[in-house]
């Protein structure tokens, strides 16, 4: 059967006034569709969109790469998050070896801009994250990633085309259809496996996937701050249209003109840079309020909301940037009012474009209003730069998305087993299954009153294989935000590094179903067949257990992590294996080893994994 909308939303057309409608397209159309075959469709080409094409392409399999907007990156890039939402662990463990190839890129951009040398180059100096930069960068970034397979013919990309319908048989998507929001073409895809890394979990309806919407209740998932009673879909989080802006000289005025609704939204929201705050995230250890002023540092804070997200700190590149830029992600332009996961397309485009006033009215309030530095009020000097988002208006090119549709998954990945409250270890529960890693506060960004959800610390955690594959359907596996996570758990699995983790997990597993002519269901299933798609994992550089001490490039890595994947704990108690630290006879014989014994840990591990991986 085919599942279609009829009408859909062109989101980098929605317009900040004027008529939404006017970014709502109908898809019917007398056009013949373009035929396109392939043996890997990924469908979205965001973060983890992209991650899973590369995966897919490296390992010899044709893919074609469906985006809607004109920029590939997703939260990296067309929805302006280029200051990195990572750990305190990143510059040495924490990634892919991919990902990490990705940050070398962006710094070797920059430093060459700086004449610098530092290694862990920060171009925004900014104190949220270790990386900052323009999103054009990362968007000629990762380009130059995908190139080399796009000129082999091996990937095929289609951007400024959106999926509406999605032809199913026997538990199988047999076909995705797409329109070209531009031309009007009409593209019906089929590959052997279909990869959904859309930012919103678009394919998960029209393949009449289970999935879940919103916030569940703690009958369903015995999570502490699940709903109490009633399970509330509308409970998503609140997604968010960024902007960047440069600071003038503070004679300079750059006042934009007061949006639709600006006073509604300014109390309402309301605008303000006081904000509640959750000891173990980004704004410090202790739980409480904090204040913080435009552009000024206040007492208790790291720094002023201008250089929270700094994209460029020009006094590091001499005369190359005449003025410091700043991206805008805060909870006062978060937008609560409406969920767009269960809207038509005019409801859609509707809230889209009240989302777009939010963003513009907080930044005329920051111009206007706001606490700037000592006893001034308003900071007029920021001007609003709509070349760094790519766009008329000065906004992102789509919105910040934290929350999609979730697969009803194999396995779901619940609170109790990340939260620091639930598990007193050093690491959070162990998924055999793993895939990959990730760290970050539980981070929940409330949708209004009736959301419960609470923002927590958590341990270190895994990517469980399970959480990629739905339940029923034999040929989907999720990219993105729309894995088996929960209300709560999404909020600390959406962050950069862990998606494109995610996204390259399911390419690579989409490559290997493939090869060995089985469902993904059933690599996750067959221990034997698991096992060997982990190793793939580790020889792509991909860790799957957190072991901080040997990175990726260590030529100890693969062995250390097969390790740890064999005896936990026993290997490494706290979050260093201690490589170069001599092996006890005791801790040998509980590895399994014989014999004399080795000089060191490393090369313990690594004379275990020889052994273990020599045929019988």
């Not at 463990?93 to 862990?120: E, I, K, N, V």
């Not at 040997?550 to 290997?571: E, I």
Request: proline share 6%; aromatic share 8%.
């Amino acid at each position: 059967m085919e599942r279609k909308l009829d009408e859909i939303v062109d989101v980098m057309r929605v317009p900040a006034s004027g008529d939404p409608s006017s970014a709502v397209i109908a898809t019917a159309t007398a056009r013949a569709p373009i035929e396109i075959g392939c043996d890997i469709l990924v469908v979205g080409g965001g973060t983890g969109g992209v991650a899973a094409a590369l995966a897919a392409a490296r390992r010899g399999r044709q893919v074609c790469l469906l985006e809607e907007t004109d920029w590939l990156g997703g939260q990296l890039t067309a929805q302006g998050i280029s200051a990195l939402d990572e750990h305190e662990h990143i510059e040495r463990f924490g990634g892919t070896a991919s990902y990490y190839a990705l940050r070398d890129a962006l710094r070797a951009h920059y430093r060459q801009l700086a004449a610098g040398t530092d290694s862990a180059f920060n171009p925004g100096n900014c104190w949220v994250t270790r990386l900052a930069f323009e999103p054009r960068t990362a968007v000629a970034a990762i380009d130059a990633l995908l190139q080399p397979f796009v000129d082999s013919g091996r990937l095929r990309i289609e951007r400024r085309v959106k999926i509406f319908a999605v032809a199913t048989e026997a538990d199988r998507i047999t076909a995705v259809t797409a329109l070209g929001l531009d031309d009007r073409r009409v593209l019906r895809c089929r590959a052997g496996i279909v990869v959904d890394a859309t930012e919103l979990g678009d394919l998960l309806p029209l393949a009449g996937v289970e999935h879940v919407i919103g916030a569940e209740t703690i009958a369903d998932t015995g999570e502490p701050h699940a709903q109490p009673d009633a399970a509330k879909p509308h409970c998503v989080q609140s997604f968010t249209y960024v902007f960047a802006a440069e600071r003038r000289p503070a004679d300079e005025r750059h006042v934009i003109p007061q949006p639709e609704k600006y006073a509604h939204y300014r109390d309402r929201q309301p605008y303000s840079l006081k904000i509640e705050v959750h000891g173990g995230e980004i704004y410090g250890e202790e739980s409480g309020w904090l204040s913080y002023r435009a552009l000024e540092q206040m007492p208790g804070t790291k720094g002023s909301l201008f250089t929270y997200r700094r994209l460029i700190d020009r006094q590091l590149f001499g005369d190359r940037f005449p003025y410091d830029v700043s991206m805008f992600n805060w909870p006062g332009n978060d937008y609560r009012d409406a969920s767009i996961l269960q809207a038509s397309a005019r409801a859609t485009a509707a809230a889209l474009q009240d989302a777009k006033r939010v963003s513009l009215g907080f930044l005329h309030w920051l111009q206007t209003e706001a606490p700037a530095e000592r006893d001034r009020q308003g900071a007029p000097e920021l001007r609003l730069r709509p070349d760094v988002m790519g766009t008329p208006d000065g906004l992102c090119k789509f919105p910040y998305i934290r929350e999609a549709r979730r697969i009803l998954a194999v396995k779901t990945i619940l609170e109790q087993e990340l939260s620091t409250a639930c598990q007193p270890g050093p690491r959070a529960a162990i998924f055999p299954d793993s895939v990959g890693i990730g760290w970050y506060p539980i981070d929940i960004h409330r949708s209004g009153p009736d959301d419960v959800g609470t923002s927590c610390r958590t341990r270190p955690f895994q990517i469980p294989l399970g959480a990629l594959l739905p339940r029923r359907l034999e040929n989907l596996i999720a990219a993105a935000k729309n894995i088996g996570t929960t209300h709560i758990t999404n909020g600390c699995y959406r962050l950069h590094p862990v998606e494109w983790n995610i996204g390259e997990a399911a390419g690579a597993l989409a490559a290997a179903a493939l090869d060995q002519a089985v469902i993904p269901r059933r690599i996750h299933a067959e221990p034997a067949r698991l096992a060997r798609f982990q190793a793939s994992l580790l020889a792509a550089g991909v860790p799957l257990a957190w072991i901080v001490d040997v990175g990726v490039t260590h030529p100890a890595f693969a062995a250390v992590q097969r390790l740890f994947l064999r005896h936990g704990a026993a290997v490494a108690a706290d979050l260093n294996f201690r490589p170069d630290d001599p092996i006890t006879a005791d801790e040998w014989r509980a590895w399994g080893g014989d014999g004399a014994l080795p000089p060191s840990r490393a090369a313990a591990a690594q004379r275990l994994d020889q052994h273990a991986r020599q045929p019988e």
